[in-house]
């Protein structure tokens, strides 16, 4: 298995996509004029603003769900793989992967909104729809659906379960070891997996408002202790911090284990992490109800922020003031550097966990196993929230009864199988999810782009808005030039009670 999957992901994973990636970024960056940074202080207004209505969530709980996706294991564990295989240059690229891919955010997440539908009562939209919409291929639309439904329902929701179980194992020990039919697994392993299980069954039986419910409680606040506790740690060492910083960059350029390599690792770590074009943000980007599109493509740009240059970064400076890491050589089993024992693997939270506890002894295995189990958890939601949207689209064309049930039941099965399994062989599979949702979404937005630039029209409209002072935005896509966009068409021809639904107060889940 391991074999296959390393070959698909020799494949996938090409320098073709690693281009394509920074490419799509730098493109949208220039297209937009830098969106990401002209439009930094609005984005932040808009995160504050924004209201939950009967139909959608708020932009604040919409970005909650987003960064449940993108604030995972990658922002621990991938960070470690990062720097353990391609040295601490890959880190430079992960944030010029991050800076480029926010421009790539705003895009795809603008394009989620325009082209959004209402089903049930609630928005529904994301990459299968603005395929469908905006280029007209219905085909290549369902194609990413049922990659994606794939990734998230079955590929990488292990990859979370993994880094929890492997952080629980190594914070209180394994435990005796058990037979099953499965192979022999830790009891730490199979008692994480079961508990996980058990909590995201209650979770994901709940609907799309107990997701956003939950991650807008959890995500902020895992995530501010997370880098309460990286700033400890940074200050305690901060006579460090410049030469740790001065090494990334000179690394990123001269890296000891080779310029590609830094790049590969940051690139493909950086898109797990922030997930920026993968086009996992859009989803969430989509339920979000705002006055205008471009609104939540801004607020969704500010969430890759957060997620890499603001967790990640805390994470890799953690790793490298502290000397927590190992850099792999080219011949297997070989190390450039080795501070670590040799059985540290480097896709696993063990660099960071160890990082802790060089510097607070005592709490860096059982922190990590903590935060892990809230980052890893909260984006397994995300993955089963993006799957069902999938799952919905497909079901306006093949109805099928119990397709959402099944699903619920094969991810649950996916996250106890990915708990118990090798940390490699999930990543590995992890991997193969990313790079096919990537290629995917990044071709279908500049192709959208050639054809009617609607996520352009739906920015300069805004900013046209913004000049002319207005309290309350509004946006018409047949006024702009942009077809399909049936939401909002409604909207805007008065046919659909949008303004006044937006101003209802939200039941109660």
């Known amino acids: 298995m391991q074999a296959i999957v390393d070959f698909l992901n020799g ?60 604030v995972g294991t990658g922002n621990i564990a991938g960070v470690a793989a990062a720097i353990g295989f391609g040295g601490p ?81 190594t914070a209180f020990g394994s435990g005796p070891m058990i037979e099953t039919a499965l192979g022999t697994f830790s009891f730490a392993k199979i008692t994480t997996g079961t508990f996980v299980s058990i909590i995201l069954a209650f979770i994901i039986f709940g609907g799309v408002k107990r997701i956003a419910s939950f991650t807008q409680v959890v995500v902020p606040f895992m995530a501010l202790a997370y880098i309460v506790i990286a700033f400890v740690i940074i200050l305690l060492n901060i006579g460090m911090l410049p030469g740790i910083i001065s090494m990334i960059v000179s690394d990123a350029f001269t890296p000891m284990a080779g310029m590609g390599a830094a790049i590969g690792w940051g690139v493909k770590r950086g898109v797990y992490s922030n997930e920026a074009g993968q086009g996992t943000g859009p989803h969430a980007a989509a339920a979000a109800n705002v006055q205008h599109p471009a ?33 792999q050589g ?73 397709l959402m049930f099944i699903l619920k039941v094969i991810l649950i099965a996916a996250v106890f199988y990915g708990t118990v ?53 509004s946006f018409d896509p047949v006024k702009l030039g942009i077809k399909n966009a049936d939401y909002w068409k409604k909207r805007a021809g008065g046919t659909e009670t949008g303004s006044a639904e937006d101003s209802k107060p939200a039941k109660a889940n």
């Open 295 to 327: 609104q939540q493509g801004l607020v969704q740009a500010f969430s890759v922020y957060i997620d890499t240059l603001l967790v990640c970064s805390a994470t890799a400076f953690m790793i490298l003031i502290t000397g927590a890491y190992n850099v």
């Open 421 to 473: 399994k090798t940390a490699n062989l999930a990543w590995a599979m992890g991997d193969v999810g990313v790079g096919l949702m990537a290629w995917l979404n990044i071709v279908g937005i500049l192709i959208i782009f050639f054809m009617s630039k609607p996520a352009l029209r739906a920015l300069d409209d805004y900013e046209e808005q913004q000049k002319a002072g207005v309290k309350d935005y």
């Open 330 to 402: 080219l011949a297997e089993g070989s190390f450039l550097i080795q501070n670590l024992p040799a059985e540290l693997a480097a896709n696993s939270p063990a660099f960071t966990q160890m990082a802790i506890e060089s510097t607070l002894p005592g709490l860096g295995k059982p922190f990590i196993a903590f935060a892990l189990f809230f980052f890893a958890f909260t984006t397994i939601l995300a993955y089963y929230y993006i799957a069902e949207t999938n799952v919905a689209y497909i079901r306006r064309t093949f109805r099928m009864p119990g």
């Open 11 to 70: 494949i996938i994973w090409s320098p073709a996509l690693i281009y394509l990636c920074l490419g799509a970024g730098l493109f949208y960056s220039i297209l937009t004029r830098f969106v990401q940074v002209r439009h930094f202080g609005e984005m932040w207004r808009l995160l504050m603003s924004g209201k939950q209505s009967d139909k959608g969530i708020s932009s604040f709980q919409a970005l909650a769900v987003s960064l449940s996706g993108r």
């Open 89 to 169: 240059g890959a880190v430079f690229w992960m944030w010029v992967v991050a800076f480029l891919g926010a421009a790539t955010a705003y895009a795809e997440s603008t394009l989620a909104q325009i082209y959004k539908e209402e089903e049930n009562g609630e928005f529904r939209g994301g990459p299968a729809y603005y395929i469908e919409k905006a280029m007209g291929q219905k085909w290549y639309a369902w194609i990413f659906a049922i990659a994606t439904i794939f990734a998230c329902g079955v590929l990488l929701p292990g990859v979370q379960s993994n880094s929890i179980g492997n952080a629980v194992e």
